[in-house]
């Protein structure tokens, strides 16, 4: 069985997460410099069936697609997906089961939103958004590293108390 520190499962989901913010960083940038210069082409816009620039322009680039433009949560999702990865960062040093219960949810949520924005991505908008599914990837990731985090924390748990149990 592949045993994996606390230490290094945490710096795993840091790392995890740190892609992730600087995918969003990214994508922030690129609507930020569209929304002042509508001739801006950026990388990931590879060709017309593979364009970022496509989906974060559309409807569900802002606000999930979900919320609308009178609502204050009408902002671009790559800010929603800055403030997720530095919490989830940041919580991911905790080696608390609580706190990785909680992460574990709201991983489990934004893995959610990532097959709802995908399903948006190729069936309704019609395109494969590099940066998009680099997102997907990087909770997929981070899904298997909280799973993997909990089952630790519990392992290192039942040792404890078997241990005090023959102490």
């Known amino acids: 069985m592949l045993v994996i520190s606390l230490p290094r499962i945490n710096s795993l989901l840091t790392l995890s997460c740190l892609i992730g913010l600087g995918l969003s960083l990214y994508a ?7 929304e002042k210069n509508n001739k801006y082409t950026p990388m990931c816009d590879i060709n017309p069936q593979m364009s970022c620039s496509k989906a974060f322009k ?16 009408h902002q671009p999702n790559s800010l929603f997906g ?3 990865y530095s919490m989830i960062a940041t919580l991911a040093q905790s080696n608390s089961k609580f706190i990785g219960l909680l992460c574990l949810l709201a991983i489990a949520l934004s893995n959610l939103m990532s097959l709802y924005f995908a399903y948006i991505l190729y069936f309704i908008l019609s395109d494969l958004c590099v940066v998009c599914v680099a997102t997907y990837i990087v909770n997929v990731v981070n899904l298997i590293l909280i799973q993997l985090k909990l089952k630790t924390i519990k392992t290192l748990q039942e040792n404890a108390s078997a241990k005090n149990k023959t102490n």
Do not use: N, R
């Not at 559309?58 to 949560?73: A, H, P, Q, R, V």
């Open 28 to 34: 922030y940038t690129v609507e930020l410099q569209i």
């Open 82 to 84: 800055l403030m997720f």
């Open 58 to 73: 559309s409807e569900y680039g802002k606000g999930f697609g979900i919320f609308g433009k009178e609502s204050k949560l």
